[in-house]
């Protein structure tokens, strides 16, 4: 596919494991981005909210940069990686401290334009 139809949001510094993240992310791909939308929406997991902002950033540059129609719109790819890590110490017994790691994550969406649609794909 060309780059004139797709439009990409990101996000670097989400206070989240990646691993938690992903879980979210992997349920939105290959979906429209309306039906994905919903989902984030309705989801219990507190971090489905900055997976819904950053979707939505994409959508709006799907719209205003690439002048995309949103009723068309999928997501193609969802990237999550590592980020820096916050390092705490908690205080132990005998004066001793064991370390706290605090993880942050990175989101990439990258949503596409369809006009037809794919063998086996939902509506």
Do not use: C, H
Not at 12 to 23: C, E, F, Q
Not at 74 to 95: D, Q
């Amino acid at each position: 596919m060309s780059d004139k139809l797709t439009a990409i949001a990101k996000d670097n510094t989400i206070r989240t494991s990646p691993l938690k993240l992903a879980n979210v992310v992997r349920s939105i791909v290959n979906k429209k981005a309306n039906n994905a939308v919903n989902q984030l929406k309705f989801s219990n997991k507190r971090i489905s909210y900055t997976v819904l902002k950053v979707l939505n950033a994409a959508i709006a540059n799907a719209e205003n940069n690439n002048q995309l129609d949103i009723d068309n719109l999928y997501i193609k790819e969802a990237y999550v990686g590592k980020s820096l890590s916050m390092k705490r110490f908690r205080p132990r017994a005998k004066g001793r401290a064991s370390s706290i790691l605090k993880p942050f994550s990175k989101l990439t969406i990258v949503v596409e334009e369809r006009l037809q649609k794919l063998k086996g794909e939902e509506k």
